[in-house]
């Protein structure tokens, strides 16, 4: 099973997904989060929590695939984030944005 973080987590970056994951498998950079698959447990605790819906998990939409191969690359070169941090600066007006 594959959990992975898109497309929608850009520019907004709100954490309230990593308060939940119960093995640190959320990894940040300046625009968004990623998830290291080798690390996650596919327990799904995290996705209700995005306000965004920018977290998918098997079966992973065909046009949100791409995103597998970004989060395992991306993921373990960058600093773990394990606790609940401030969003992006105007990640408010992006969530609008977005709909949600």
């Not at 987590?9 to 990894?27: I, L, S």
Request: hydrophobic share 30%; charged share 25%.
């Amino acid at each position: 099973m594959t959990t992975v973080v898109t497309d929608n987590c850009q520019r907004c970056r709100f954490t309230d997904c990593v308060a939940v994951c119960p093995v640190a498998c959320f990894h940040g950079d300046d625009e968004m989060l990623y998830i290291d698959p080798v690390t996650c447990v596919d327990c799904g605790a995290c996705i209700s929590k995005c306000p965004v819906e920018a977290i998918y998990e098997d079966p992973i939409p065909p046009e949100k695939q791409r995103w597998i191969e970004i989060n395992a690359t991306r993921a373990p070169d960058l600093p773990s984030v394990e606790t609940k941090q401030e969003p992006y600066p105007g990640a408010e007006e992006r969530k609008k944005a977005l709909g949600f």
